[in-house]
């Protein structure tokens, strides 16, 4: 059974505690996999895949020799891995699928058309779509689709294809918690018992300080240090429009919006920054061989996003089409399952998926409607679906393979209590003065395992409210740290870039990606982890 | 007709991708109805196909 410890701040708290004995040893063992995808990745830069493979072979060896798996555990490890790894490989597959029909009717080039007229300044350009846009989309489509959308259209306007996600990846990074209706902040409440109302304010703050460093990393990589000179000012004006309403919405309880308000507001502040002589940019020749689309033209080639943008927000803002869509759900009851040492996870059930409203659902729905409408305009001919089709095949099973790769790494490793004893290694052996500081990073480690900040939370907001109250911290400020870390982590978790890689043509060189990208990535979670030192440390001397 | 090195490669990933969603649960239904050596093969079978992606990514 799990066990259950009294938490003297919020009352009883449930985590799933290895009864296996703490030592230095047992705690290598337990970080062996994900060393190994590190290492792989960064050290001897291998794909996602191969290294996810690797890494898979290291965690069922190691469950099985030292931490009393066997292979009945391996077989539902396996099983819940692929329920899990379904609900984003639908989205995967979807996404996959409008890139490929963007690509085929010129959407991507029209948005390449398009921009200069909203400004030529290449920088506010970069901050619209890498950063803004990103977080839109993060806050309707969630898993991949921001980096799968935005990073082609960088490609297009002539950034390096790498650059182009790393760009893209940390520029919505702040948006994952809050995005597809904040399901990985009620996920933290749910497995915490913390009421959200007590971790939204500091969670706003915590998210809140990532901005002006995402901006000032967009615009250094894209146009050097004169560029973020330059575009300064406005990074400085949107983020403190964005961090105010994100606050607001927060305090208010509204935090399901807590995406799509704030990357809004973001937007228009651009917007009318644009307006400005300043970032309007100086009018050039149009790219492209001249040529400029007309009005019409350009409206019908954004089809397919324009419809996933009013599919996705009519299916999540109205709520009695929310609610009937609702009304079926999937999920899976999977039995207790004990390790050969006795660690137990209890009998559950898998997450409810609601197939019709989806994300996934949401961008095929989106890619049929605008097929059909684009079919009728020319721009589709008879030899494209077969086109659309094979190259959304050809870069699908890879990125597929690699994510359910993924997700076994993290279900082995939790089965047998490799996860549990990782994480109450740094939990235990950490004093309260340094550990605010270390929780946004246990955070990040839950999200690069598991490619996601849901899961992160699921595994990790237990303990580390439980930690928390034994070390006499505020409960709520850390598991904002964990929020926040799993948020801005998960974007550079190997599950994510292969799909990243997968549409800006870099399949298999995930692991370049990720050592060019991790540097940067690493720069908002350092502020947000000082920053929860600092105010721990604040609230814990009274000032 | 002979199919092309991308092609080839594509089939493969295809086929282990089919193994690796299918073969786990052929495997518990092996290993919870005592069919010992389906249990062995399957199991050997999917290790196997996750030591190709390692191998010959």
């Known amino acids: 059974m799990p066990e259950v410890k009294n938490n003297p701040v919020f009352g009883a708290i449930s985590y799933n505690c290895s009864p296996m004995e703490l030592t230095l040893g047992n705690w290598l063992l337990s970080s062996l996999p994900i060393l190994t995808v590190i290492i792989l990745m960064l050290l001897f830069k291998w794909g996602g895949l191969r290294a996810g493979a690797m890494s898979w072979l290291v965690a069922a060896a190691v469950s099985l020799i030292a931490f009393g798996g066997s292979w009945l555990i391996l077989a539902w490890s396996q099983v819940k891995a692929l329920v899990l790894a379904l609900n984003m490989l639908v989205i995967?597959?979807?996404?996959?699928?409008?890139y490929s029909l963007a690509s085929e009717v010129g959407t991507i080039r029209a948005i390449g058309l398009f921009l200069p007229r909203l400004s030529n300044d290449r920088s506010i350009q970069l901050l619209m779509i890498a950063w803004l846009l990103t977080s839109f989309l993060q806050g309707m489509g969630g898993f991949g689709v921001p980096v799968a959308v935005c990073a082609p259209i960088l490609v297009g306007m002539g950034y390096d294809p790498i650059l182009s996600i790393i760009m893209t990846a940390i520029g919505h990074g702040w948006a994952v918690s809050f995005g597809s209706m904040a399901t990985a902040f009620e996920s933290l409440i749910a497995v915490s018992g913390v009421p959200g109302l007590l971790i939204a304010p500091y969670a706003a703050i915590l998210l809140a300080l990532s901005f002006v460093p995402?901006?000032?990393?967009i615009t250094f990589l894209g146009t050097g240090w004169k560029g973020v000179r330059h575009a300064f000012p406005a990074i400085l004006s949107v983020s403190l429009t964005m961090g105010t309403t994100l606050y607001l919405l927060n305090t208010l309880g509204l935090w399901s919006l807590s995406t799509i308000g704030p990357s809004l507001v973001g937007i228009a502040t651009l917007f009318l920054?644009?307006?400005?002589?300043?970032?309007?940019?100086?009018?050039?020749?149009?790219?492209?061989?001249?040529?400029?689309?007309?009005?019409?033209?350009?409206?019908?080639?954004?089809?397919?996003?324009?419809?996933?943008?009013?599919?996705?927000?009519?299916?999540?803002?109205?709520q009695p089409l929310n609610t009937f869509l609702n009304q079926v759900g999937i999920s899976f009851k999977y039995p207790e399952i004990i390790s050969g040492l006795g660690f137990v996870t209890p009998a559950e059930s898998s997450a409810t998926i609601h197939p019709f409203?989806?994300?996934?659902?949401?961008?095929?729905?989106?890619?049929?409607?605008?097929?059909?409408?684009?079919?009728?305009?020319?721009?589709?001919?008879?030899?494209?679906?077969?086109?659309?089709?094979?190259?959304?095949?050809?870069?699908?099973?890879?990125?597929?393979?690699?994510?359910?790769?993924?997700?076994?790494?993290?279900?082995?490793?939790?089965?047998?209590?490799?996860?549990?004893?990782?994480?109450?290694?740094?939990?235990?052996?950490?004093?309260?003065?340094?550990?605010?500081?270390?929780?946004?990073?246990?955070?990040?480690?839950?999200?690069?395992?598991?490619?996601s900040n849901n899961n992160s939370n699921i595994l990790f907001g237990a303990l580390q409210a439980e930690a928390a109250a034994l070390l006499k911290l505020n409960v709520p400020l850390i598991l904002a740290a964990q929020n926040a870390g799993g948020s801005l982590g998960s974007v550079m978790s190997p599950?994510?870039?292969?799909?990243?890689?997968?549409?800006v043509g870099l399949g298999g060189q995930e692991g370049k990606v990720l050592?060019?990208?991790?540097?940067?990535?690493?720069?908002?979670?350092?502020?947000?982890?000082?920053?929860?030192?600092?105010?721990?440390?604040?609230?814990?001397?009274?000032v | 007709?002979?199919?092309?090195?991308?092609?080839?490669r594509f089939r493969i990933n295809m086929l282990i991708l089919a193994i690796e969603a299918l073969l786990p649960f052929l495997l518990l239904f092996a290993l919870n109805n005592g069919y010992t050596d389906l249990g062995r093969v399957t199991s050997a079978i999917l290790v196997l196909g996750i030591i190709y992606l390692v191998v010959f990514k």
């Open chain 1, 495 to 503: 599950t994510k870039l292969i799909v990243s890689c997968t549409t």
């Open chain 2, 1 to 8: 007709m002979s199919l092309s090195k991308g092609a080839k």
């Open chain 1, 273 to 318: 920054l644009t307006r400005l002589p300043a970032y309007h940019g100086v009018r050039t020749v149009i790219a492209n061989g001249g040529q400029e689309l007309s009005p019409r033209d350009l409206l019908l080639r954004l089809t397919p996003y324009i419809l996933l943008v009013v599919i996705g927000f009519s299916v999540i803002l109205i």
């Open chain 1, 92 to 98: 995967i597959w979807g996404a996959l699928l409008l």
């Open chain 1, 357 to 451: 409203s989806h994300p996934g659902t949401v961008l095929l729905v989106s890619v049929l409607l605008s097929s059909i409408l684009l079919k009728r305009k020319g721009l589709i001919t008879r030899t494209s679906p077969r086109r659309i089709l094979s190259v959304t095949a050809h870069n699908a099973v890879d990125a597929s393979l690699g994510v359910v790769m993924m997700a076994g790494v993290s279900t082995i490793m939790t089965h047998v209590g490799m996860t549990s004893t990782l994480a109450r290694g740094i939990a235990e052996t950490i004093n309260g003065v340094i550990y605010p500081a270390v929780a946004p990073f246990v955070g990040v480690m839950g999200a690069f395992l598991t490619g």
């Open chain 1, 214 to 217: 995402t901006g000032v990393i």
């Open chain 1, 515 to 542: 050592r060019k990208m991790i540097g940067y990535g690493l720069i908002p979670i350092i502020i947000v982890a000082v920053a929860t030192g600092i105010w721990s440390w604040l609230l814990n001397s009274g």
